[in-house]
């Protein structure tokens, strides 16, 4: 069971720490750790955000455990080089096209929702995001017209295949869940997200036992705030979900919260290959400052000990011990405490 970890930029290293701490106390055997370079920081020893030797070791990895990348010092890069793209390269190369991104209400922290805490209260939802393709990896130019006008395009596409295999991991999820599958897009205006819808369609009739209904992205994000309750599984493309997950993580109370699996079709001795990080990125503004919360990472090192190393168990239990530590007041200062982070790992790890 070989992890290959990934910390990155900002606050990226800072909640991998505390994830590993979990991660040792519970001494799994044959769990081996191995660290790589990725990102910023990648870029300042190789001269790539994803240099060739990190690559390997993703590839050697039965899963990977990602921190953060991104560092405002680089923003001016040409694209190629920018510390995002080692994460954009690590999910395309590796055929990681379905991005699951739970989230649920943890009791005791219904006051900390962006939302009222009555309407917080009922939220269990699943984003099953698209993440191989879209406006994200389509042709891109930033040009000079003819008439000295700057232009800067992306071009927009899925096809039916690329729209198929996610629709078919959301309807899935849907069965394993309350059996209510929900397809976000802008069909009444995109092409891209006709086409989407038409397969999705198409998709539904292999699951007569899911309910599924279609959703312009746009209400989608008002009936995220409105009545989140009402979601069980929410499958849309790669760049609604982007933005529709970190919108989620508000209405249960912080991004320090959320966690995501990263996840294709190929399989390891133990289990599904997967890449599991926080949704949220390096935090620049708060990076270096141990005020970062760790909550998402460790949560998402239970989502990769369950889908890649069938360790249900020990992914349950660190999940109670994260719900333990919110329902027994601990708090970072995203959720409006003081709890620093590895106050929060030892917190975590005092109820594993
Ligand atoms: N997967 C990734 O690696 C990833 C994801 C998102 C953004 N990014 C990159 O991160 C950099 C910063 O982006 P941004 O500011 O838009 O988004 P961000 O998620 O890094 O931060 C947004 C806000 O949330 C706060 N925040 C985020 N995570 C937190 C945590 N664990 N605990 C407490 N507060 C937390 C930050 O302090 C900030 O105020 C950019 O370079 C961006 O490209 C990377
Ligand atoms: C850093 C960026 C490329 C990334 C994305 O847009 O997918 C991030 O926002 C995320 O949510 O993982
Ligand atoms: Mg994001």
């Not at 955000?49 to 993703?58: H, I, S």
């Not at 927009?156 to 959301?170: G, K, L, P, Q, T």
């Not at 400052?289 to 998402?296: T, V």
């Amino acid at each position: 069971m070989k992890v290959a970890l990934l910390p990155g930029d900002g606050i990226g290293p800072e909640v991998i720490r505390e994830a590993v701490r979990v991660l040792e106390a519970l001494e799994l055997p044959g769990l081996t750790l191995f660290e790589g370079d990725v990102g910023a920081a990648a870029y300042r020893r190789h001269g790539h955000p994803l240099p060739a030797e990190t690559l390997e070791m993703a590839w050697a990895a039965d899963a990977i455990l990602f921190g953060a990348v991104g560092d405002p010092s680089f923003d001016g890069l040409e694209r190629a080089l920018r510390p995002e793209q080692a994460i954009l390269g690590l999910r395309s190369e590796l055929g990681l096209f379905a991005n699951l991104r739970p989230a649920r209400t943890f009791a005791g922290l219904e006051d900390m929702s962006a939302l009222r805490p009555e309407i917080a209260a009922r939220i269990d939802l699943l984003i099953v995001r698209e993440l191989n393709g879209d406006v994200y990896f389509g042709d891109k130019a930033l040009e000079m017209l003819p008439d000295g006008r700057r232009r800067g395009w992306d071009m927009m596409s899925y096809a039916e295949d690329e729209v198929r295999r996610i629709a078919h991991v959301a309807f899935r999820a849907a069965q394993g869940r309350k059996g209510r599958l929900c397809s976000v897009d802008k069909a009444n205006v995109l092409e891209t997200s006709q086409l989407w819808r038409d397969v999705v369609g198409e998709v539904a009739g292999d699951y007569p036992g899911v309910a599924l209904e279609h959703m312009y992205v746009d209400n989608a994000a008002m009936q995220l705030v409105r009545d989140p309750g009402r979601f069980d599984v929410i499958v849309t493309g790669n760049l609604f979900g982007d933005i529709l997950s970190d919108q989620a993580s508000m209405c249960v109370g912080s991004i320090g919260l959320l966690a995501s699996a990263a996840l294709g079709d190929r399989q390891t001795a133990f289990g599904t290959f997967g890449l599991y990080e926080p949704i949220h990125g390096s935090a620049p503004d708060i990076a270096g400052q141990g005020k970062a919360n760790p909550m998402a990472t460790i949560l998402s090192a239970a989502m990769m000990l369950r889908h890649s190393f069938a360790r249900e168990v020990e992914a349950a239990r660190i999940e109670a011990a994260v719900a333990r530590s919110l329902a027994e007041g601990v708090r970072g200062g995203d959720l409006g405490g003081s709890a620093g982070t590895a106050a929060i790992g030892d917190a975590i790890l005092q109820r594993l």
